[in-house]
């Protein structure tokens, strides 16, 4: 029979395992962003989610023509998520839950898929813009589970102003000085 003074030994081990057990759970979760692209080509094309707090997400890149995923990321829901992804046509598979398990059971059993149900081109248009999508899951109250819509970062020359720019005698300026700069646009 074990006495009281025992009991209270033990009393700080028990709730120091019960405050290191969600500890443990939260340090498995994956850190918002990108957690692999293996497409072997450059993220350089924008993809925006807009979401609800509440629940996390797992984005995936797939290939149009064979399924092979090339890219994913973990998005935290209600926080702030853009992730440049490589260019091509792909099927975005979006799941979302609470309770982060693995990438093979997402959220365990209550994983719930929010994907677009058809295909994003992320590609250059003309010659100085990229691009890339914005995806709205905020609206699932109203039965639409992802809105989708363009998102473009424009490119643009600009001169890069320097004090000998600003000599009063223009033979003793040196040639302009210009860099690519990058907008978001559209």
Not at 13 to 42: C, E, H, I, K
Not at 82 to 88: A, H, N, S
Not at 158 to 165: A, I
Request: proline content about 9%; some cysteine.
């Amino acid at each position: 029979m074990t006495t009281i003074i025992e009991r209270l030994r033990l009393w700080p081990l028990v709730l120091l395992v019960a405050l290191l057990v969600p500890l443990a759970a939260l340090a498995d979760t994956p850190r918002q962003g990108l957690m692999w692209n293996r497409s072997g080509l450059p993220a350089v094309f924008p993809l925006i989610l807009k979401t609800s707090p509440g629940q996390d997400y797992l984005v995936v890149l797939r290939r149009v023509d064979d399924g092979t995923a090339v890219l994913a990321a973990f998005a935290r829901g209600g926080a702030f998520f853009r992730v440049l992804v490589p260019p091509g046509t792909f099927q975005v598979s979006i799941r979302r839950g609470v309770g982060w398990q693995d990438e093979d059971q997402v959220f365990g059993p209550d994983t719930e898929d929010v994907s677009p149900k058809v295909p994003l081109t992320f590609a250059v248009r003309g010659l100085r813009t990229k691009v890339g999508h914005i995806i709205d899951l905020r609206g699932d109250a109203q039965g639409v589970l992802a809105a989708v819509s363009g998102a473009m970062i424009c490119q643009r020359w600009e001169r890069v102003w320097r004090p000998e720019d600003l000599l009063d005698n223009p033979l003793d300026r040196p040639p302009p000085l210009y860099r690519l700069r990058e907008v978001q646009c559209g």
